[in-house]
């Protein structure tokens, strides 16, 4: 697949984004990324992803791929090269429930945790910090979620991660005190060329986030 045309339309901060880089690189897939803006968003965002008008878009060979889960299976499926998900039809549903579950909690609560104040901030960090003591239930002694070596739901997670120092500073906890372990993962995912040179530095992230949170004060 020497002659494929491979393109990400993406944006620097997006977990989702990274989820898609991180994939790609651990395929050794060449590609051309686009940075978008999620303000003024080009002709050719609308045009690959009329639906939902948002990033990350994958498009191969001329076809668009959307939604980040969706994208990562699609690039493990299309390039047979280190498996991302399991071979075994229990094991990938399993993998494919965590990746899911990250999704509709984590995502969730990270606007959360930085939008909001008082009592709904502090539900939202008890409810972020049960999700991860779960996350950290399920990796146990492994050193990856995929077993020995990087899996889906650990590209579909480890993204996040560049994000912690945002939380942490603006709802004011620790996660290596409340999961040690976890911080462990993460650490050890990102001795990974794949993934170290996929995630955004965290005080970039953090200025990102009190930037957003001016500019909606403001509004």
């Not at 880089?21 to 051309?32: F, N, Q």
């Not at 939604?67 to 493990?76: G, T």
Request: charged residues 25%; hydrophobic residues 40%.
């Amino acid at each position: 697949m020497d002659n494929d045309q491979v393109t990400l339309l993406d944006f620097w901060a997006s977990p989702a984004g990274m989820r898609v880089r991180i994939a790609l690189e651990e395929k050794g897939v060449k590609y051309e990324y686009k940075e978008q803006s999620l303000r003024n968003k080009s002709a050719l965002l609308l045009e690959m992803n009329p639906v939902h008008k948002k990033i990350p878009v994958l498009i191969h060979n001329g076809k668009s791929i959307c939604e980040s889960l969706n994208i990562v299976q699609y690039i493990d499926e299309t390039w047979k090269q280190s498996p991302l998900l399991p071979s075994d039809p229990y094991e990938r549903t399993q993998s494919m429930f965590w990746a899911n579950f990250v999704d509709q909690k984590i995502y969730d609560l990270k606007g959360k945790m930085i939008w909001t104040a008082g009592e709904e901030q502090e539900a939202a960090k008890k409810d972020f910090i049960d999700c991860l003591k779960l996350l950290e239930g399920e990796l146990g002694a492994k050193p990856y979620f995929g077993g020995e070596t990087l899996g889906f739901v650990d590209v579909a997670f480890v993204p996040f991660y560049c994000w912690f120092h945002a939380y942490e500073t603006m709802a004011n906890f620790s996660i290596v005190a409340e999961c040690p372990q976890l911080i462990e993962w993460c650490q050890r995912c990102m001795q990974k060329d794949s993934v170290s040179k996929s995630l955004a530095d965290p005080p970039k992230i953090y200025n990102f986030t009190m930037k957003l949170r001016k500019i909606s004060e403001n509004v």
